[in-house]
């Protein structure tokens, strides 16, 4: 392209920098506190259940002015008919997957965790892109030794049903890698499908004419990652590539057609940050998407731009590109909310979110608001990992009020960051603001770090302090 086209081109981009965002509204939720943290490729058949409305918000096609559809539940769920529901109060823990990896150590686990009184677990079955269970699509987890030669999800649900615990599956969406910790299976897909992860954006120009194949192109991403430990907890897949929506929704059909799961549990389901996904599927996935809506003059400008910088499209239209990202993971939210229910219609589904809903819908795409009052989860868990009791008290107030009704929120507290005393406190604002109940994490803290007043057990002391009488 020569200078005098470039020089025309990057003064009709100025221009055009002046109008309005067209066709979609982010909206401008309040935010009650601050954010909290996550607790931590063959593909399979769609089933034909995705919703028109899930359907107009994917990645090729459909309209961005749609609005989203009238909604399958929202405020008008009702408690009756989740029979997973049976507990007045629920008093649950997150399990992580190194607990699992021996069956003395799982039936340790939930004798404990009976034993002082609690009634729900939330166990660890996809951590990395791997599996704790017997899996069609992912391979077994590093921390099961020689593939463990048992199944510890089979294990967990005998054990724990055997003493009228719940069991819930508590599944990582999109993270599917520690930087630090790789897989060597060549069936993971950090290994098989690199051109499946998402990019930052300081790698977008880099790596979008770089074949996936190229291990520069892996190598490049384990290095940003590593860098930015600090703020993204390793590798992501990328949400707006229809091969990772066919391959999580196939993991989540997978554990329901195989195990009698009385839940399961979304975490990581959001992006890592707003400077993510510019992967070239996702930037050519919007430019597809958002051409409607564009003028033909516009559109062939753009991309022509293109050619110069792949960010074009995203940066001529930032309202729309935030947009599209967060119908990414609420239409694959939708549709394996809908998969789900007509496998299982009394299986409970739930979401570890971030508790500050702005912060949740506008930097990390994740709009746990909405997808309650269109129905699509049954119940949040805000991770209000903090230490203080008065934003402890406005994030969980907060979420009860999207949700219209306490029994849809389960308060997460971040035990680790508390005291003993501290951690009882919360329990007793969660009672008091009317939340369906509690989650601590983790187990895995409470028995190896936690201690109750005079060096105590904390798990014990734990339940008779809050269970006890109850």
């Known amino acids: 392209m020569n200078i005098i086209v470039r020089v025309a081109i990057i003064g009709l981009m100025s221009a055009l920098g002046g109008c309005a965002v067209v066709g979609v509204s982010p909206g401008d939720p309040p935010s009650p506190g601050t954010s909290g943290s996550g607790p931590g490729g063959t593909t399979g058949t769609a089933d034909g259940e995705l919703s028109a409305a899930g359907d107009r918000a994917g990645v090729a096609g459909g309209d961005p002015e749609s609005v989203w559809g009238p909604g399958v539940g929202g405020a008008d769920l009702d408690r009756a008919s989740l029979p997973a529901l049976r507990f007045p109060e629920v008093r649950g823990v997150w399990v992580v997957r190194g607990t699992l990896a021996d069956p003395d150590s799982?039936?340790?686990?939930?004798?404990?965790?009976?034993?002082?009184?609690?009634?729900?677990?939330?166990?660890?079955?996809?951590?990395?892109?791997?599996?704790?269970?017997?899996?069609r699509w992912e391979p077994p987890s590093h921390v099961l030794p020689d593939g463990g030669g048992?199944?510890?999800?089979?294990?967990?649900?005998?054990?724990?049903?055997?003493?009228?615990?719940?069991?819930?599956?508590?599944?990582?969406?999109y993270l599917v890698s520690s930087p630090w910790i790789l897989s060597e299976d060549p069936r993971h897909m950090v290994n098989a499908r690199p051109d499946l992860l998402a990019v930052p954006r300081d790698l977008a120009a880099e790596l979008y004419d770089r074949p996936a194949e190229d291990p520069a192109f892996l190598q490049a991403l384990i290095d940003h990652a590593r860098a930015s430990e600090e703020s993204v907890e390793?590798?992501?897949?990328?949400?707006?590539?229809?091969?990772?929506?066919?391959?999580?929704?196939?993991?989540?059909?997978?554990?329901?057609?195989?195990?009698?799961?009385?839940?399961?549990?979304?975490?990581?389901?959001?992006?890592?940050?707003?400077?993510?996904?510019?992967?070239?599927?996702?930037?050519?996935?919007?430019?597809?998407?958002?051409?409607?809506?564009?003028?033909?003059?516009?559109?062939?400008?753009?991309?022509e731009f293109?050619?110069?910088?792949?960010?074009?499209?995203?940066?001529?239209?930032?309202?729309?590109?935030?947009?599209?990202?967060?119908?990414?993971?609420?239409s694959l939210v939708e549709?394996?909310?809908?998969?789900?229910?007509?496998?299982?219609?009394?299986?409970?589904?739930?979401?570890?979110?971030?508790?500050?809903?702005?912060?949740?819908?506008?930097?990390r795409f994740q709009d746990w608001r909405g997808w309650l009052d269109?129905?699509?989860?049954?119940?949040?868990?805000?991770?209000?990992?903090?230490?203080?009791?008065?934003?402890?008290?406005?994030?969980?107030?907060?979420?009860?009020?999207?949700?219209?009704?306490g029994w849809r929120v389960w308060s997460g507290v971040g035990a680790y960051q508390n005291t003993f005393d501290g951690t009882v406190q919360k329990v007793e604002i969660s009672r008091r603001l009317?939340?369906?109940?509690?989650?601590?994490?983790?187990?895995?803290?409470?028995?190896?770090?936690?201690?109750?007043?005079?060096?105590?057990?904390?798990?014990?002391?734990?339940?008779?302090?809050?269970?006890?009488?109850?």
């Open 106 to 135: 799982i039936r340790v686990m939930v004798e404990r965790v009976s034993a002082a009184g609690f009634n729900t677990i939330l166990v660890q079955v996809r951590g990395r892109g791997d599996a704790m269970y017997m899996s």
């Open 150 to 173: 048992f199944d510890p999800l089979e294990v967990v649900i005998r054990e724990a049903h055997a003493r009228g615990l719940a069991v819930h599956g508590w599944v990582n969406t």
């Open 234 to 303: 390793g590798l992501y897949a990328a949400p707006a590539n229809p091969e990772v929506a066919e391959h999580v929704y196939s993991v989540w059909m997978d554990l329901l057609d195989h195990y009698p799961l009385d839940g399961l549990h979304f975490d990581y389901v959001r992006y890592p940050g707003a400077d993510y996904d510019y992967s070239r599927g996702a930037l050519d996935g919007f430019r597809e998407w958002l051409r409607p809506l564009v003028g033909e003059e516009e559109s062939r400008v753009l991309d």
């Open 306 to 330: 293109t050619e110069l910088n792949p960010l074009a499209w995203v940066e001529q239209r930032p309202g729309a590109w935030d947009e599209f990202r967060r119908r990414q993971v609420s």
């Open 335 to 363: 549709r394996i909310y809908l998969g789900a229910k007509k496998r299982r219609p009394d299986l409970l589904v739930s979401a570890a979110v971030f508790p500050d809903p702005e912060d949740a819908f506008g930097t």
């Open 374 to 405: 269109r129905g699509i989860v049954d119940v949040v868990t805000p991770m209000a990992y903090t230490a203080e009791d008065s934003v402890f008290e406005a994030q969980i107030r907060s979420a009860i009020g999207s949700a219209g009704a």
């Open 434 to 470: 009317g939340a369906g109940g509690v989650v601590l994490f983790s187990y895995d803290w409470l028995v190896s770090e936690g201690s109750a007043p005079g060096g105590g057990a904390y798990l014990p002391a734990f339940g008779q302090r809050v269970f006890s009488g109850r």
